[in-house]
């Protein structure tokens, strides 16, 4: 069955990775520093994955961002 990405966490990737880039970190770079898996953090980006809030804290502490510069332009659902 195939799934349509929901917009809000298309987005929500879609700032991880601008950030990521920004800071000239690789997919694996974050993953490491986040404690979490590579491949997890691709599906992120590409708003396959919904997060927990702690996997978002761990993402936000890596990036040394705030939360809301992750949330930045999401959409409530």
């Given amino acids: 069955m195939h799934k349509t990405k929901h917009p809000a966490l298309i987005k929500l990737g879609e700032n991880i990775r601008n950030l990521r880039e920004s800071q000239g970190v690789s997919q694996e770079e974050l993953a490491e520093k986040a404690d979490l898996d590579r491949t997890y953090v691709g599906g992120v980006e590409r708003g ?13 502490k890596a990036l040394d961002v705030e939360l809301g510069d992750l949330a930045k332009g999401v959409k409530s659902v």
């Fill in 48 to 60: 396959e994955r919904n997060l927990t809030i702690l996997s978002t804290l761990k993402l936000c």
